[in-house]
């Protein structure tokens, strides 16, 4: 299921900018579509909690999911180390 990127580039987003209101995730680059199916599946796979905020239903990392935040944002950067220092989106 994790092979999904839908949802580690959710967790990645989240591990980076922190927890935040999930139609914000889409100004990262994932499609509205993508971040509630990917949404879902984190939740229900125990990575992310949802949670009221105001109006909207904001999603934050669980444990679990900061864990898989860390491993992904340690590939990024040897990625970017092989490229020569290109930012990797």
């Known amino acids: 299921m994790l092979a999904?990127?839908?949802?580690?580039?959710?967790?990645?987003?989240?591990?980076?900018?922190?927890?935040?209101?999930?139609?914000?995730?889409p100004r990262y680059g994932v499609g509205v579509g993508t971040v509630y199916k990917s949404a879902r599946e984190a939740t229900m796979l125990g990575l992310v909690k949802p949670y009221n905020c105001g109006n909207s239903i904001c999603l934050e990392l669980t444990e679990k999911g900061r864990k898989i935040g860390e491993?992904?944002?340690?590939l990024l950067d040897v990625l970017e180390e092989a490229l020569g220092g290109m930012r990797i989106a």
């Open 4 to 25: 999904k990127s839908g949802v580690l580039r959710v967790i990645a987003i989240l591990f980076e900018h922190g927890s935040m209101p999930i139609h914000r995730i």
């Open 71 to 74: 491993v992904l944002q340690k």
